[in-house]
Every structure is written in structure tokens, then in C-alpha cells.
């Protein structure tokens, strides 16, 4: 079994052109890795495995409670780490205003070990992504976002994998450090599907002072992740920004723009 990616168009107008995505192969549980340390050529059953698995976390977990930095030689290092912010330096610690978490740190052996043996093949996946073909503004159906009337896209894959939508991206093409994030709470989604999005901004999101009538952007869509801190992006989309139903600009729709959803 291999390391796989897949290589992702860079939507910004800088660097590479392209940058690789891992896909993640397989999540190994438990029970499949005592499975295969049983395999590894030892006496021992995955049931004496699992004790001896269950002894070395409780151990672990023993003595990082006690202050202990545990060092597994050429593998991980495991250490707590009190956060505390107090105005009295005579107050006892608590944990309502610290916490206790813990770092981890990978050995460079470990990390050269996987450097030099792993086998890594690149994938065709980019079919699997939510690819943003066209943007449509309002009635108008310029190449544009109207701000606050409707802006419709059409695309391949929008409702990838079930997600839900959690945000639109608004990037600056000239400085791609310069991002307006909007959250689904200000988004008024008039339709959702495989094909099609349709929605329109709320009037009460602050504009920044960079995002100036006609200004090129990139837009984007935030899905939710496998879990609630990551994020899922579509493709990114060339576009403008207007915020007025009386500006106009010359971004009529190209022929590139135009084609038909495959």
C-alpha cells in the first residue's frame, strides 16, 4: 500500500501551478493493529498484545499526570503543559481559569523512516471535487458577485460527499492574504444541489475596506470536514466583486465561462 495524493489547481496567481493533497488510504483501528503486530513474527496472540497495549497507555498516561516526560526512543515524546493566566500569583492553580494539555513531538528518526521507505503514487481525484464551472449575478447574469442580491454558480460535485455548506470565500486575486470569510448564518441559500448553487449575502456582514467595487476575487466554497475544526473547499473561481445594482464592468461572461455543466 502507498502514500496517495491527488494534484489541486493553485486558485491564487502566484507560485506553482499546481500543489498535491493527501488522500487519506486507511484508518488503522486498534483491534487491525494488534492484528498486525501479531503478524510481525512474535509469540504473542492479539490478546496478549492488547494487554501488554493496555499496560503501556495506562503507564503513559500514569506518569504524564505526575509531571513525567515520556520519551518511546525514536518514536514520540509526550509531555504536559500547564496554561494558566491569573492576576494574583498567589492563587492556587484550578482548572477554571488553566488547563492541562499535552505535547507531542515526532522523532526525526521516525519522520526520515517514512521519508526514505514509504512508496508514493499520485491519484486521479480531482473528479471527486466540487469544481465551480460558472458564477451568475442576479438578473444581470454577469461574471460576478452583486452584493446583497443573488449570485448563482453551477459546478460538478457541489454537494460533495453529503456535506454541508459552511461558508463562502471571497480572496483578493492581487493579494491572496486579503480574505472575506462568509459564514452559513449570513448566507440565504435559495437552492443547494450536485449542480447548483444559489444564494444571496446577508446586508449585515461588514464589508472590508479592501473588497472595492469591481475588484477581482477568487470565490470559493467552505464545506464542513470530517470533524467540526477542519474544512472542505471547492475549486476556486475567477470573478468580481459588486456591491451595487448600478456599477458596471466588463466581465461578461467568457466562452470558457459559458460552457455546459458535464
Known amino acids: ?21 493527501t488522500i487519506k488510504n486507511n484508518q488503522v483501528s486498534e483491534k487491525a493493529l494488534l492484528e ?8 504473542l496472540t492479539p490478546t496478549e498484545l492488547r494487554g501488554v497495549l493496555d499496560l503501556l497507555k495506562n503507564t503513559i498516561s ?4 505526575k509531571g513525567s516526560q515520556v520519551d518511546l526512543t525514536d518514536f514520540i515524546t509526550l509531555s504536559p503543559v500547564v496554561k494558566n493566566s491569573i492576576d494574583d500569583n498567589d492563587k492556587p492553580f484550578n482548572h477554571s481559569n488553566g488547563q492541562i494539555n499535552l505535547r507531542c513531538r515526532v522523532s526525526r528518526k521516525l519522520i526520515e523512516k517514512v521519508r526514505t ?32 442580491y443573488s449570485t448563482t454558480f453551477k459546478g460538478n460535485n457541489l454537494m460533495p460527499y453529503g ?44 464589508i472590508p475596506d479592501w473588497l472595492t467595487a469591481n475588484l477581482p476575487v477568487y470565490l470559493r466554497v467552505q464545506y464542513t470536514g470530517e470533524k467540526e475544526s477542519m ?32
Open 117 to 148: 521507505t514509504a512508496v508514493v503514487e499520485q491519484k486521479d481525484n480531482e473528479d471527486k471535487l466540487p469544481k465551480i464551472i460558472n458564477i451568475k449575478s442576479g438578473s444581470e447574469k454577469e461574471n460576478a458577485i452583486r452584493w446583497p
Open 62 to 65: 500514569d506518569l504524564l499526570t
Open 36 to 43: 498486525a503486530m501479531a503478524g510481525k513474527g512474535t509469540s
Open 231 to 262: 474544512t472542505f473547499h471547492s475549486t476556486a473561481k475567477a470573478t468580481y466583486w459588486l456591491n451595487a445594482p448600478l456599477e458596471t464592468v466588463d466581465n461578461t461572461l467568457s466562452e470558457e465561462n459559458k460552457e455546459e455543466v458535464a
Open 163 to 206: 456535506r454541508g455548506i459552511k461558508g463562502i470565500e471571497i480572496i483578493n486575486q492581487n493579494d491572496d492574504t486579503e480574505q472575506l470569510i462568509i459564514s452559513k448564518a449570513d448566507l440565504v441559500l435559495d437552492s443547494f444541489t450536485t449542480r447548483e448553487i444559489s444564494f444571496s449575502i446577508s446586508h449585515s456582514i461588514i
Open 1 to 21: 500500500m502507498s502514500i496517495n495524493y491527488y494534484l489541486r489547481e493553485n486558485p491564487f496567481n502566484h507560485g506553482k501551478k499546481y500543489f498535491a493533497r
